[in-house]
RNA sequence: GGGUUCGUAGCCUAGCCUGGUAGGGCGAUGGUCUCCAAAACCAUCGAUCGUCGGUUCAAAUCCGAUCGGGCCCA
């Protein structure tokens, strides 16, 4: 693969991915600077992750954004495929969901897809993919959800309630829609052909606009779903897609659940993560410390810069320090190592704890069928 | 239901026709080098060849059955 090129689909992502092309490549719409000014205005408070661009792009935002000035609400939906224990990248997305719903006091649902890893990874049992289902919605109650307003969608649970707007999706896509859509071949299975509308159901389950906070590789789904939208009497949903978070390893490609050594666990304890980041994390410091004091470091590529700034920093002038003294070699690797493992740390200390208490909190949030 | 094809270490794969206890690539691990990581170099671990049975002095290699995957047809 060569150096311009990228995949980006819902179970592959591959490559140094070059956003613009990418939003080129699938027709979203890039965050203009008016669109940010209006959120901020909304939201009053200018939010790290947009500013930094770690969200990116969307479709059609903006309509949501009017019609909540006019007084039409909308709801939040966002997910995740269980294939495995949570780690820090999951996040972004959640906590950004979790903004949202605290500006814009709107309901979320919470959609864990069992049923899809199950048909998409030939390893795993549909038993241990509901087993992480249950197990990664601690981490999203951890991050302090209100269950009045929040719900979590298990498929192979909420099979009762989705399976009617799914069939209702389900009918308006056809094959060759999910082939273009997704490259599917005569060896993908029928569950794989058929989940999409699944994944769509969400959109529909309440009676008003949805707004997506997702990973923007999981995009070709809600594509497919906003196109049929109408067809079935409902809204197209909106979407507001964040960037792929690296790889501990470093850049091409996001991070996996299932490369132990790429990846932090929400559970991995101080040492693990101290470990882990010294030992694997890709680093943009030069071969030694004279030509580093000299030549200074390139925080751009170094994984742990970027997830400062993704996630873990979200004071703007302690990560421009950061990152002035890091180019001019004033920061060494191994120090900037050393602020990024205390970030995670104080971090996931408290998330651990929250994910206790969550295990006690579950039952409140998961969706009762109808 | 019929046909066909495949099943070798975590992954990809050579060997099978011309039977004599398996070779490579990626990965992983350790080391050297680095403030770390990467790269580079050195080294190491790892499969008894889907399963069961048969033929043979000897089978991944031949035969049969069985399980599993893929494709085609019905």
Known sequence: MSADEFIVTP????GDIDYDKLIEKFGT????????????????????????GIFFSHREMNR?????????????????????????????PWVFAKWLQEKFDVNLYFQLTDDEKFFSKSNLTLEETNKFAYENALDFIALGFNPEKTKIIINTKNIQTLYPIAAQVAKKINFSNTKATFGFTNETNIGMIFYTSLQSAPCFIEDKPVLIPLGVDQDPHFRLTRDIAQKIGKHKPALIHN?????????GGKMSASEEKGTIYT???????????????????QPDIEQHRKLGGNPDIDVSYQYLRIFFEPDDSKLKKIYEDYKSGKLLSGELKAILIEKINEFLKTHQEKREKAKQQIEQFLLENK
């Open 267 to 285: 559970t991995d304890s101080p040492d693990v993560v101290k470990k882990k980041i010294n030992k694997y994390a890709f680093s943009g410091g």
């Open 29 to 52: 719409q890039k965050i203009s600077p008016e669109l940010l000014e209006k959120i901020k205005t909304m939201t009053s408070e200018d939010h790290f992750m947009l500013r930094r």
């Open 243 to 251: 960037i792929m978070i690296p790889a501990l390893t470093g850049p």
């Open 64 to 92: 949501i954004l009017e019609d909540y000035e006019k007084g039409k609400e909308f709801f939040l939906y966002t997910g995740r495929g269980p294939s495995g224990h949570t780690h820090i990248g999951h996040l972004v």
């Open 11 to 14: 179970w592959h992502v591959e």
